[in-house]
T-cell receptor, first 112, second 114 residues
């Protein structure tokens, strides 16, 4: 069975641009979460979607947004990119929280 | 509120010797606890999980962890380290069946010396 797929794997953007990252969860998983990982801040929770609704949100500015489609695929968008947004962005899906999360390989975003 | 503390940022062991990665948690409810492993430039892989069943949990690759409520600990162990175990390990806590946002520890980098 296919795992969590994140596209693209690598991305280079310029300050001020916007970016959209995509995540396809495991089939049947309705919950999708997004995380930002940096050497300085570690793993930080961005938001979680379940059945197209944002259920939880971390402490990130409004420039970070997301959505989930009816097929459970999710996108996250970062507008007005800053250098500090350079990070590995991880997506994870689960059928329910107690089962644990399956992570994708991530999208490495570099802002120059 | 929930929190998780990984007591060591780096652990170094010799190949073939036991591994102990320490994790303490705080949770207002009955928690679900997880250990994940991350190899360089890869996503996170679930090693094992505790969800209020047996307190000794066995995971993949010979790892296991024991849930100790009285000590609020969930330490990860392995009897004999292998070179391929070198990676970063994250302890994770989640309240209320996991539907609340999960909280990650800061990670422990495991070095295995040949």
């Amino acid at each position: 069975k296919a795992g969590v797929t994140q596209t693209p794997r690598y991305l280079i953007k310029t300050r001020g641009q916007q970016v959209t990252l995509s995540c396809s969860p495991i089939s049947g998983h309705r919950s999708v979460s997004w995380y930002q990982q940096t050497p300085g801040q570690g793993l930080q929770f961005l938001f979680e979607y379940f059945s197209e609704t944002q259920r939880n949100k971390g402490n990130f500015p409004g420039r970070f947004s997301g959505r989930q489609f009816s097929n459970s695929r999710s996108e996250m968008n970062v507008s007005t990119l800053e250098l500090g947004d350079s990070a590995l962005y991880l997506c994870a899906s689960t059928p329910n929280g107690r089962a644990g999360y399956t992570f994708g390989s991530g999208t490495r975003l570099t802002v120059v | 509120a929930q929190s998780v503390t990984q007591l060591d940022s780096h652990v170094s062991v010799s190949e073939g010797t036991p591994v102990l990665l320490r994790c303490n948690y705080s949770s207002s409810y009955s928690p679900s606890l997880f250990w994940y492993v991350q190899h360089p430039n890869k996503g996170l892989q679930l090693l094992l999980k505790y969800t209020s069943a047996a307190t000794l949990v066995k995971g993949i690759n010979g790892f296991e962890a024991e849930f100790k409520k009285s000590e609020t600990s969930f330490h990860l162990t392995k009897p004999s380290a292998h070179m391929s175990d070198a990676a970063e390990y994250f302890c994770v806590v989640s309240d209320l069946g996991g539907y609340q946002k999960v909280t990650f520890g800061t990670g422990t980098k495991l070095q295995v010396i040949p």
